[in-house]
């Protein structure tokens, strides 16, 4: 049993099947990639585990509970994280204030604290907060405006977000969307750095293809609505529903 667990899950918007008896599998602390041309059903799949859809039918468990029925901030709570392919930061305050309201929106009670108490709550979280930012390698920036970010600080701040929520499970919409190769680079080089540090599972929907070959434990394609293969990155290239539906260029 994985993590993430999809059975015979379909959506369908008016005429538009766009889900399709889909079955997906991802095992707990790997990075698994989902791939497939535009509309696909990448972006619908994804809501459906995150709570801003509900399947017409089928189950979506999470660590052997449903998600079926459950808002954004419950699934939230227990333990998925989502980065937007539009990074979702704050642009008027700084780095380290963007990542510290994470823990406070979790904690509970928080304005109900003795002054001496919140006041070491939210020291605290500071020091959570500035250990984040070091995993990601943008502490020395903590003080920056975010407003004042490129476009791969903005990404990398979003993911110390995430973090920041120590979640089980990360969900990346188009992460390197928009970036030059050398930000999309550093952007695998840190997955494959949060990876190796923490017990986290990882679910990529990426067009860019060297990203996926770069980080796939396992890759599902999907195609008009359904899943189509779902294998190893070495057993995806060749075959030849993948090329047929969609692949793109693949580089080493």
């Known amino acids: 049993m994985g993590i993430l667990e999809v059975q015979n899950v379909n959506k369908r918007f008016g005429g538009l099947q766009a889900l399709d008896d889909v079955n997906l599998n991802v095992e707990e602390n790997t990075v698994h990639a989902i791939i497939g041309p535009n509309g696909a059903g990448k972006s619908t799949l994804l809501n459906c585990f995150v709570g801003r859809l509900t399947p017409d039918t089928g189950t979506v468990m999470f660590d052997g509970q449903s998600l079926i029925g459950r808002k954004p901030h419950e699934i939230n709570q227990m333990g998925v994280s989502r980065v937007f392919q539009t990074p979702e930061i704050f642009t008027d305050l700084t780095i380290l204030e963007n990542v510290m309201i994470p823990s406070f929106a979790k904690r509970d009670g928080a304005f109900k604290l003795s002054p001496f108490a919140a ?17 990601v390698g943008m502490l020395e920036k903590r003080h920056m405006v975010a407003s004042a970010m490129s476009r791969g600080d903005k990404r990398r701040l979003e993911m110390a977000m995430c973090l920041a929520q120590s979640p089980k499970l990360l969900l990346l919409d188009e992460p390197t969307a928009g970036m ?6 550093a952007t695998i080089d840190l997955l494959k750095q949060i990876a190796d540090s923490r017990p986290i599972t990882f679910v990529v929907i990426e067009h860019d293809m060297h990203v996926v070959f770069s980080l796939a434990d396992r890759i599902s394609v999907l195609a008009q609505g359904h899943v189509i293969v779902e294998d190893h990155p070495s057993n995806i290239k060749g075959n030849p529903k993948v090329r047929e539906a969609y692949l793109g260029d693949a580089h080493e």
């Open 119 to 135: 006041v070491k709550a939210e020291s605290a979280i500071r020091d959570h907060a500035e250990d984040m930012l070091g995993q």
């Open 180 to 185: 030059a190769r050398a930000d999309t680079n």
